[in-house]
């Protein structure tokens, strides 16, 4: 982890190079001589700014000099193809009508890939990023343990979906956790009280995130303090969960006796053959911190992309079966009939996001991330964004309609 004067100097020069002027004044006030990490200033200080909008078209990029991390190093394959062409399209979101570089600029994007038969169409990089610039998945992440989960389950670390969080974790007997299937776990449906979001006071979420992440005194998944339990049955009621997540990679952990970022290296990264190496963020000092698993991971864009070729191709690449071909199927299916969010399209797998109605599933972070997989069309999109707020309903929206049209045109008969 860096010094708070080399995070000054850091963000200074890549805000300058980016057009961010106006937060400069915010940073140097954050990161002062104090650089402790239960003081306000310092690193605390500017980990609680990470996700401001003034700056988050760079930190979102820049996150492993904010907080520790764990590596995960990449054995390339053979690259991607490439059979690159011209997205010279329009496009209406909302009610406004605009060309493809307006609406990446409108939808507050950071990078854009898109890919149709296993070869990549369109690669763009905005807010002087590039190839090298590892993004943060934010809840993208849920569906990298997904398949992280899937590949244990398939190997037996992993016994059953039946068997309860308490049999591997027993810290979480005499909780609200206690009893709950990993099946449950993964479709968020453990029935306990944990808010993600509310109307009135702080939500779970953000405190969990204060004690581990921003200060480190605690891990995400110490929910002690929480007072948390069960306010309906199991499997019953959708219930969208960071925690869960985390509690997901801590099984995965405990039941491989490997940290999440050397299972996510041996049993992913490498044989998956990514381009570039990865991270995993830690809400603590290594060898205390633990892997942030609902929303921690950071790749390239390319490699993100490998990641949706990956389970478009049923678990294969290269040649080689890296993710079991049933669980992608199994994770990505929602079996239900009604949306899990009222008002919305929306179905879920196991931590992959459906769309009702057809094929599509998609790993989604709470600030424009996704990667969108479309069987149907053979199709992967990677749109990487610093929405202003956390999962706003319009950009959402203006999100999936950019995604559309662009599918749209690159299947439109020439």
């Not at 990446?104 to 890919?115: F, G, I, K, S």
């Not at 968020?188 to 480190?216: C, H, K, M, W």
């Not at 997540?245 to 041996?266: F, H, K, M, N, W």
Request: proline share 4%; glycine share 10%; with cysteine.
């Amino acid at each position: 982890m860096k010094n708070a004067y080399t995070h000054h100097t850091y963000l200074k020069k890549h805000m300058l190079k980016a057009g961010i002027i106006a937060p400069l004044m915010l940073i140097i006030a954050a990161c002062g001589s104090n650089s402790s990490e239960t003081a306000e200033g310092g690193i605390v200080a500017a980990r609680r700014h990470v996700e401001d909008y003034t700056i988050s078209a760079v930190s979102f990029r820049s996150m492993d000099d904010f907080f520790y991390t764990d590596s995960v190093a990449a054995l390339p394959g053979e690259p991607l193809a490439s059979d690159p062409v011209s997205l010279d399209f329009s496009v209406t979101l909302g009610n406004t009508t605009m060309g493809l570089q307006d609406a990446l600029r409108h939808t507050h994007t950071n990078a854009l890939l898109v890919m149709k038969d296993g070869k990549i169409l369109y690669e763009q990089y905005l807010n002087a990023s590039n190839p090298d610039s590892r993004f943060i998945s934010w809840s993208m992440a849920k569906s990298v343990t997904s398949i992280l989960f899937g590949i244990a389950l398939e190997q037996g670390a992993i016994n059953s979906l039946d068997d309860t969080v308490d049999m591997y974790l027993p810290e979480f007997k005499d909780t609200a956790f206690e009893g709950v299937t990993l099946k449950n776990m993964l479709m968020q449906r453990a029935g306990t009280s944990y808010s993600e979001y509310t109307l009135t006071g702080t939500p779970d979420v953000n405190i969990l995130a204060d004690q581990s992440l921003f200060r480190g005194e605690k891990r995400f998944t110490d929910i002690r303090t929480l007072g948390l339990n069960r306010d309906s049955d199991q499997g019953e009621s959708f219930n969208y969960s960071t925690l869960t997540s985390c509690i997901l990679g801590r099984v995965i952990e405990v039941a491989t006796g490997v940290p999440l970022a050397q299972y996510t290296e041996d049993m992913l990264w490498k044989p998956a053959g990514m381009q570039k190496s990865a991270y995993w963020m830690l809400d603590g000092k290594p060898g205390t911190g633990q892997a942030f698993a609902g929303g921690g991971f950071n790749a390239t864009l390319v490699d993100y992309a490998r990641i949706g070729q990956l389970m478009l191709n049923g678990g294969s690449i290269d040649g080689k079966q890296v993710v079991p071909a049933n669980w992608v199927k199994t994770s990505t299916t929602y079996t239900g009939s009604d949306p899990v969010l009222s008002g919305t399209p929306r179905g879920y797998g196991y931590q992959w996001w459906t769309f009702l109605g057809t094929e599509i599933y998609e790993a989604v972070g709470i600030h424009g991330q996704f990667i969108s997989v479309d069987p149907k069309t053979n199709t992967v999109i990677v749109k990487l964004s610093y929405w202003p707020e956390r999962g706003s309903g319009d950009f959402a929206k203006e999100n999936h309609q950019l995604l559309t049209a662009i599918r749209q045109h690159i299947t439109a008969p020439q």
